[in-house]
């Protein structure tokens, strides 16, 4: 009986650790799985920010370099240089995304609301 009894708790020792080692892995596996998922959704907020923060610069900088210039060649400046920054970082922006994002960037310096703000800019003749 003792044998029997011996080999019994072996195996239910044996049962447990295959039972325990299954659940770790599943465990494992799916905290390796939101990981990705969540390092992955953090590369594309750094590169939405990089993107934004670099339009605003560009439209800065334009405005500095176009000052007194008519406000159709203050974009196409704008756009030249966007389209170069996102082939650049392999960033596919479609002509709509870029005028959007020009747009608002304009608009954001004429509301203060860009970080490195410097006053109005006007890219539409007023």
């Given at each position: 009986?003792?044998?029997?009894?011996?080999?019994?708790?072996e195996l239910a020792v044996q049962i447990l650790g295959i039972v325990i080692a299954a659940v770790v892995s599943a465990f494992v596996g799916k905290m390796a799985q939101a990981y990705v998922k969540w390092r992955n959704a953090l590369k594309g907020d750094v590169k939405d920010t990089m993107l934004i923060n670099a339009v605003d610069r560009i439209v800065m900088a334009v405005e500095q370099a176009?000052?007194?210039?008519?406000g159709e060649d203050k974009f196409k400046a704008a756009e030249g240089l966007?389209?170069?920054?996102?082939?650049?970082f392999n960033l596919p922006l479609s002509e709509n995304e870029i005028r959007t994002l020009i747009e608002s960037a304009v608009y954001g310096i004429k509301q203060g609301l860009?970080?490195?703000s410097v006053g109005v800019i006007g890219f539409k003749d007023e």
């Amino acid at each position: 009986m003792d044998i029997i009894a011996t080999q019994m708790t072996e195996l239910a020792v044996q049962i447990l650790g295959i039972v325990i080692a299954a659940v770790v892995s599943a465990f494992v596996g799916k905290m390796a799985q939101a990981y990705v998922k969540w390092r992955n959704a953090l590369k594309g907020d750094v590169k939405d920010t990089m993107l934004i923060n670099a339009v605003d610069r560009i439209v800065m900088a334009v405005e500095q370099a176009f000052t007194g210039k008519p406000g159709e060649d203050k974009f196409k400046a704008a756009e030249g240089l966007l389209k170069d920054y996102a082939e650049k970082f392999n960033l596919p922006l479609s002509e709509n995304e870029i005028r959007t994002l020009i747009e608002s960037a304009v608009y954001g310096i004429k509301q203060g609301l860009n970080q490195a703000s410097v006053g109005v800019i006007g890219f539409k003749d007023e």
